[in-house]
């Protein structure tokens, strides 16, 4: 299948907080698409076609689709749940729920809803955590190869500190995650993450369990959470009196690598930061978890100073919307305490290509360059009345792309492809 998108298009090919010549724009653009793929993109007059199919989106914005690094799939119903901070919030809240997916038919119900729910917010490709449950990862697999989808995931390894229904052991949880890892990563769209939650819900034992996964498959990523919580670093280095660090724990199990991301890292000790960089290990960056929790505001401009590279996610259901943009918004204004600053430009990179390279997929995702999969997301930046009254004084693109940004939800996605296939009814 052939056909041809247009629109005013973006993307970018270098990161704009740290060179000038950053990003394509064209005005009067077209993505030409052809089996999923972005074949060409250029000047709508240079790739017309007769008898090409097109589908034409002017006046709007088309972008790469949008990455979101860290989310949880078996909290889409514990979103908005009155907060607590981080551990009491698990324990009242999120184990219960994730129980629940243990029932295969209530996963795969999840899994049709929270999909759906990514892409009417514009969300092409995550990196989701499901529940200690098989059933959980393999719904969402299921759902995610249905779409043709880019996904990321792995059912969470956790023996201790959690209700039983919501615990493996450490056998268990390696012979599951093999099973699942064999089944589903580089199958079609879909690689596995291993994944132990976090370094308090698993022994030592388990720690080793994933460690010997994560050597026995260097092709896939880590996914944990570190230093999101004072408490929960408190608590971590009394389960390893002998870490040197948090970050210690995962090395002490050989976890650190360009594969592991580490989500929220807000608390990081100087050590901690300089090992990061030696490894490669990512941090993830998730606004509104971090404020809706109350654990307070990540040092982005000190990590890139560092040499650490982060993304950015929205951490759904302890963040509080799965809309990047909104998430953009957050942490625009989060580093705006921290007296750092996020302009435009920097914020749809890091969405889209910036994300891609925390994830080493810059090559298959996050831009537009030619061979890359054509998951794309339509933006409308007159999407409510409120936006539009702006957009009548909005002069430059960078002025568009921060109306997106602060004022932006999934009213301003006019459609969302993914691997050229149109998602939103």
């Not at 099973?179 to 589903?184: A, F, S, V, Y």
């Not at 307070?296 to 890139?304: C, S």
């Not at 957009?391 to 602060?406: D, K, S, V, Y």
């Amino acid at each position: 299948m052939r056909q041809l998108i247009r629109g005013r298009v973006l993307d970018f090919h270098a990161d704009p907080a740290e060179t000038e010549d950053n990003h394509r724009y064209l005005e009067d653009g077209a993505i030409l698409v052809e089996d999923g793929l972005i074949r060409a993109v250029g000047d709508y007059a240079s790739l017309r076609e007769p008898g090409l199919a097109e589908i034409d989106h002017r006046p709007n914005l088309i972008l790469p689709g949008f990455i979101d690094p860290h989310i949880h799939f078996p909290q889409v119903q514990v979103i908005a749940s009155w907060g607590a901070q981080l551990l009491d919030w698990l324990n009242t809240y999120t184990f219960p729920e994730e129980s629940r997916f243990a029932d295969r038919a209530h996963a795969t119900a999840m899994a049709g809803r929270f999909l759906d729910l990514l892409t009417a917010h514009g969300t092409t490709s995550a990196v989701a955590f499901c529940s200690v449950h098989p059933e959980s990862a393999e719904a969402l697999f299921a759902a995610s190869e249905a779409r043709n989808m880019a996904m990321i995931a792995g059912k969470v390894m956790m023996d201790r500190n959690a209700l039983p229904a919501v615990q493996d052991t450490p056998q268990q949880g390696y012979d599951d995650s093999k099973r699942l890892l064999e089944k589903w990563h580089g199958r079609g769209r879909g690689r596995y993450a291993i994944t132990p939650r976090f370094a308090i819900t698993s022994s030592p034992e388990q720690m080793h369990a994933a460690g010997t996964l994560a050597a026995e498959h260097p092709d896939c990523h880590v996914q944990t959470h570190m230093s999101e919580n004072l408490d929960e670093i408190a608590l971590t280095k009394q389960l390893y009196p002998s870490a040197r660090d948090y970050l210690d724990v995962y090395e002490k199990y050989g976890l650190l690598s360009e594969n592991l991301l580490l989500g929220h890292c807000i608390h990081l000790e100087p050590r901690e930061i300089a090992r990061m960089a030696e490894t490669g290990s990512r941090a993830v960056f998730c606004p509104t978890s971090n404020l809706f929790l109350g654990s307070g505001l990540f040092d982005e401009a000190g990590l890139r100073a560092a040499g650490v590279t982060s993304g950015i996610a929205t951490d759904v259901g302890g963040g509080t919307s799965y809309s990047m943009l909104q998430t953009l918004n957050e942490g625009y204004k989060i580093l705006q305490l921290r007296g750092q600053k996020l302009t435009p430009l920097a914020a749809f990179h890091w969405a889209t290509r910036g994300n891609a390279i925390a994830l080493g997929m810059e090559d298959e995702i996050g831009t537009l360059a030619k061979g890359s999969a054509a998951d794309l997301v339509v933006l409308d930046s007159r999407a409510t009345p409120a936006m539009a009254l702006r957009m009548e004084r909005a002069e430059t693109l960078a002025q568009e792309l921060f109306i997106l940004q602060i004022m932006g939800d999934d009213r301003a996605v006019a459609q969302t492809y993914v691997a050229g296939q149109p998602m939103k009814r």
